[in-house]
């Protein structure tokens, strides 16, 4: 083996390998995340920022763009950020009804 390292061959394989097994784990984590039954607001006095984009059915990333737009107030507990869940409520009635599309 010229340069003393592995084989290209081998490190293909191995490559591919670890590409195989990180897809099968995110797919996995996104099963899971499925199956996670969603408690409703009301039952908890405030969520965690996971729990509260859960229950609106977005990403974490998503939340804190509402929060950090003011849609969404939030709430410090030490160094974690918890949302209220009357304010998830409130947020979720000030969505737009949708209006019914005109028959053609």
Do not use: C, N
């Amino acid at each position: 083996m010229p340069g003393g390292g592995p084989p290209a061959q081998a490190v293909i394989s191995v490559r591919r390998s670890l590409a195989r097994v990180g897809k099968e784990s995110m797919i996995r984590k996104q099963h899971k995340m499925q199956q996670q039954p969603v408690t409703a607001p009301s039952e908890l006095p405030f969520l965690t920022r996971k729990e509260a984009a859960l229950a609106l059915r977005m990403s974490v990333t998503k939340l804190d763009r509402v929060i950090a737009r003011g849609d969404l107030r939030a709430k410090k507990h030490g160094h974690a950020v918890v949302v209220m869940a009357s304010e998830i409520t409130r947020y979720i009635e000030e969505w737009p009804d949708v209006k019914p599309r005109a028959s053609q």
